[in-house]
């Protein structure tokens, strides 16, 4: 009886016990809960007063984008720039975007050392770029940039002039080809030029985009980019499930597969190099004809890797395509814009074309590397098209 008595008070205890461990959960929990959405409905009420257009529970104003071309795009954000002046509020979705857009407002915000994790638009680029230099942040962000900022140095960059003029050469006689009487798309022909110079520049290889119409590197650039934007103008596919059960999002990953097996063939393919090299009595910086062979982007990660910096083939392929996206896109945009604005200004491209006339005369020679320095009109120009069009509309922090 004593013994049956015992164990029921021990059951009663144990169960006191938990309940008390639970409840107390619980109450830790639901605190939790309580100031979450405390802390969401002060953040709603400080967003309520800014301006911004018209949004819908769930959907925001995703709605008026949808269907829209890369180029209304760029006009629909400058009609809200003109609207709001200063500053607006943006849902896409159920995600607000503040846009600053006075520089004194930037300013605080880049300034910042606590929103320094880049914006959720970043995110839509993680499967083709993992956390490379575009996309991460803090010390990985600090030691990739510091490993990286070499592959810029104005002498290593003097070896790729040739490839520039070759590849822009090659453009130049493709425009020769067209009827000037009619209308025609010159942005796909310059950014097939750019995907040719930074593929060289970058990974040493070449993928003929200015002439191979058929080449699937190629494509599947133009399809993952294309695709980047779809899913970032429509909010019900942000979440990666549904993106992955989605016919574009099974396009996308598919595309996706065909731009890490190039780059990690490439990768691949320069090790070999690189170990046949060093076992030959030839020098490395040799290219077999006594002249100094150029470094790709892709070996000066090489050469990181072998002086001591922990980078896996994943990484390097992360910093290839991150290179590869920021080098070609940026350009062709910057060409693009500047080529727009000459032609609107005719005063302007008489001059630029004057100080070329004084450069090379009648010789229709390649620039050199002396004669780039000598384009000073040009060279603001450029910088001016820079700043009224930047080719990076936009930058986003958390």
């Not at 953040?43 to 819908?56: H, I, T, V």
């Not at 949808?66 to 159920?94: C, F, H, T, V």
């Not at 996706?256 to 990768?267: P, Q």
């Not at 050469?303 to 083939?313: K, M, N, V």
């Amino acid at each position: 009886m004593g013994v049956a008595i015992g164990f029921v008070c021990d059951l009663v205890h144990s169960k006191m016990i938990t309940f008390i461990l639970v409840s107390f959960a619980l109450t830790i929990i639901m605190t939790y809960l309580v100031k979450l959405v405390f802390r969401r409905i002060q953040y709603l009420r400080k967003l309520e007063k800014l301006p911004g257009p018209k949004a819908y529970p769930l959907i925001g104003d995703s709605f008026e984008m949808l269907g829209l071309k890369r180029n209304e795009l760029m006009k629909n954000n400058a009609e809200k720039r003109d609207q709001y002046k200063s500053i607006y509020l943006q849902w896409s979705g159920p995600f607000a975007e503040i846009h600053l857009l006075r520089p004194e407002y930037a300013e605080v915000a880049l300034k910042s050392t606590v929103n320094i994790t880049k914006s959720m638009a970043y995110d839509f680029l993680y499967d083709w770029l993992g956390t490379g230099l575009l996309t991460s942040t803090g010390k990985k962000w600090h030691e990739r940039r510091k490993m990286i900022t070499p592959a810029f140095h104005f002498g290593i960059l003097e070896d790729f002039v040739e490839i520039f003029g070759e590849k822009t050469k090659l453009l130049v006689n493709l425009l020769g080809k067209q009827e000037f009487e009619k209308e025609f798309d010159i942005y796909p022909m310059i950014t097939n030029c750019a995907l040719d110079i930074i593929c060289e520049s970058a990974m040493g290889t070449t993928v003929n985009a200015q002439e191979k119409k058929d080449s699937e590197y190629v494509k599947a650039v133009y399809e993952v980019s294309e695709l980047i934007l779809y899913r970032a103008l429509r909010p019900w596919l942000y979440a990666d499930t549904i993106w992955k059960l989605s016919s574009h999002g099974r396009a996308f990953y598919r595309n996706l597969k065909t731009l890490h097996d190039f780059t990690n063939k490439v990768i691949m393919e320069h090790r070999e190099a690189r170990a046949t090299s060093k076992s030959s009595t030839q020098p490395e910086t040799d290219d077999g004809v006594g002249r100094r062979k150029k470094r790709a982007f892709l070996d000066l990660l090489l050469d990181a890797t072998e002086s001591g910096h922990e980078l896996s083939q994943a990484d390097i392929r992360e910093e290839v395509d991150t290179f590869m996206f920021e080098g070609h896109d940026t350009t062709a945009a910057s060409i693009g814009w500047a080529i727009f604005l000459l032609g609107n200004n005719p005063e302007v491209q008489d001059r630029v074309v004057d100080e070329l006339n004084d450069i090379f005369g009648d010789s229709d020679r390649r620039a050199t590397v002396q004669d780039l320095n000598n384009m000073k009109y040009l060279e603001m120009v450029i910088k001016e098209t820079l700043r009224l069009y930047p080719s990076v509309p936009f930058i986003g922090r958390l």
